[in-house]
């Protein structure tokens, strides 16, 4: 791993620069961070945010005298990059909810509830394909960030044509 690489000394899963630099990690590493013996996984939901429908895994990690709550979102059709989030995950970090913390999902169980999720979504993720459009959310979102790419993409309406990108 090089010195870019490194984990945060503040990071107990382990989230390199790069990572947090393009907001997502792999599905390998999903995996690896699913199965580590510190990881306790406290919640696993089918939901929507304002991107499309997604599978929701919150997970937590000791830190020091307290847990770091982390929920990873992916394995759905994100309908602005107009493609299907499979082997990726995103996610975003969260402050301990009593409700949440007391609640823990057997990893057998997670692993088998996330396998059946990519299950069901595996007979569209070879057939769908990218519009224009897409790209270039895509595009933009890579260089700012959702919200920033979806406020653009508002703002300019129908006076780019996507078919070009």
């Given at each position: 791993?090089?010195?870019?690489?490194?984990?945060?000394?503040?990071?107990p899963?382990?989230?390199?620069?790069?990572e947090?630099?393009?907001?997502?990690i792999?599905?390998?590493?999903?995996?690896?961070?699913?199965?580590?013996?510190?990881?306790?996984?406290?919640?696993i939901?089918?939901?929507?945010?304002?991107?499309?429908?997604f599978?929701?895994?919150?997970?937590s990690?000791?830190?020091?005298?307290?847990?770091?709550?982390?929920?990873?979102?992916?394995?759905?059709?994100?309908?602005y990059?107009?493609r299907?989030l499979?082997?990726?995950?995103?996610?975003?970090?969260m402050?301990?909810?009593a409700?949440?913390?007391?609640?823990?999902?057997?990893?057998?169980?997670?692993?088998?509830?996330i396998?059946?999720?990519?299950?069901?979504?595996?007979p569209?993720?070879?057939?769908a394909?990218q519009?224009?459009?897409?790209?270039?959310?895509?595009?933009?979102?890579?260089l700012?960030?959702?919200?920033?790419?979806?406020?653009?993409?508002?703002?300019?309406?129908?006076q780019?044509?996507?078919?070009?990108?």
């Amino acid at each position: 791993m090089s010195s870019k690489e490194q984990q945060p000394a503040s990071d107990p899963f382990g989230i390199t620069e790069k990572e947090r630099l393009w907001d997502r990690i792999s599905d390998r590493r999903f995996q690896g961070i699913l199965d580590d013996a510190d990881t306790l996984i406290h919640e696993i939901e089918l939901s929507t945010n304002n991107y499309g429908e997604f599978l929701f895994v919150t997970m937590s990690r000791a830190y020091q005298d307290k847990r770091q709550f982390v929920t990873f979102w992916g394995a759905g059709f994100h309908e602005y990059r107009e493609r299907w989030l499979h082997d990726e995950w995103r996610w975003y970090e969260m402050n301990r909810f009593a409700d949440v913390a007391a609640m823990s999902i057997a990893k057998e169980e997670a692993q088998q509830r996330i396998q059946a999720r990519r299950d069901e979504i595996q007979p569209w993720v070879d057939t769908a394909s990218q519009s224009g459009r897409g790209k270039f959310f895509e595009f933009l979102a890579d260089l700012t960030d959702e919200d920033g790419a979806y406020s653009e993409m508002e703002d300019w309406g129908d006076q780019i044509d996507f078919d070009e990108f």
